[in-house]
């Protein structure tokens, strides 16, 4: 049984760095084509794909954020981290991690709960 | 916006038929690359509804069809039900971007 959840802070202030967990059981990253993503969903609006982390160690990030980002992983731990520095309001949203096998152009089979994230001083 | 393009809005009656179309551009659907289908229920996380263009997870119902031309895919949902009514998202790789890509999504009300 595949299950993914998001952790991290609920409230953060401009400027300052999020960082958000993502842990995972049913699979492992070590696996040839095996990926995780994430995607956020400012309140009312539509999914925004942010950042991957392949089996291999490879990332890749949204165009509009990269020199935001940073994704890793810890395999033994099941885990993978991503942080957005310069946090701004607009940055307020819900957080999801999702697994994608076979990518760059795979589907997100299992997704968390989602984190909400709001961004305010 | 969004680089897939879907209406904002699509209503039914029970048991009626109602599409949601997917339109893109020469280097994402229309490069070849597949398109996934995602359902979100209120106040909960997306869930994937048909991937491939055209196949359903298992647990999907058949009521649910997905197919895929030129630069654009279209959602199909026959016999429609009261708990079908939630947001429904496409979703396929972009070559110019190099990345993942959403539609807007599209707000289903079974009236």
């Known amino acids: 049984q595949v299950t993914l959840r998001e952790s991290g802070p609920a409230l953060v202030k401009p400027t300052q760095t999020l960082t958000l967990t993502c842990t995972f059981s049913?699979?492992?990253?070590?696996?040839?084509?095996?990926?995780v993503s994430w995607i956020r969903q400012p309140p009312g609006k539509a999914l925004e794909w942010l950042a991957r982390?392949?089996?291999?160690?490879?990332?890749y990030f949204s165009t509009f954020l990269e020199t935001r980002l940073t994704i890793s992983k810890d395999t033994s731990k099941n885990q993978v981290v991503l942080t957005m520095t310069n946090m701004d309001p607009v940055d307020t949203a819900t957080y999801y991690c999702?697994?994608?096998?076979?990518?760059?152009?795979?589907?997100?089979?299992?997704w968390g709960q989602g984190i909400l994230v709001t961004v305010s001083s | 916006q969004s680089v897939l393009t879907q209406p904002p809005s699509v209503s039914g009656a029970p048991g009626q038929r109602v599409t949601i179309s997917c339109t893109g551009s020469s280097s994402n659907i229309g490069a070849g690359f597949d398109v996934h289908w995602y359902q979100q229920l209120p106040g909960t996380a997306p869930k994937l509804l048909i991937y491939g263009n055209t196949n359903r997870p298992s647990g999907i119902p058949d009521r649910f069809s997905g197919s895929k031309s030129g630069t654009s895919a279209s959602l199909a949902i026959t016999g429609l039900q009261a708990e079908d009514e939630g947001d429904y998202y496409c979703q396929s790789y972009d070559s110019s971007l190099s990345g993942v890509v959403f539609g807007g999504g599209t707000k289903l009300t079974v009236l």
């Open positions: 982390i392949d089996w291999d160690d490879d990332t």
């Open positions: 999702a697994r994608m096998v076979t990518p760059p152009r795979g589907n997100f089979d299992y």
């Open positions: 049913g699979f492992s990253l070590s696996t040839s084509s095996m990926c």
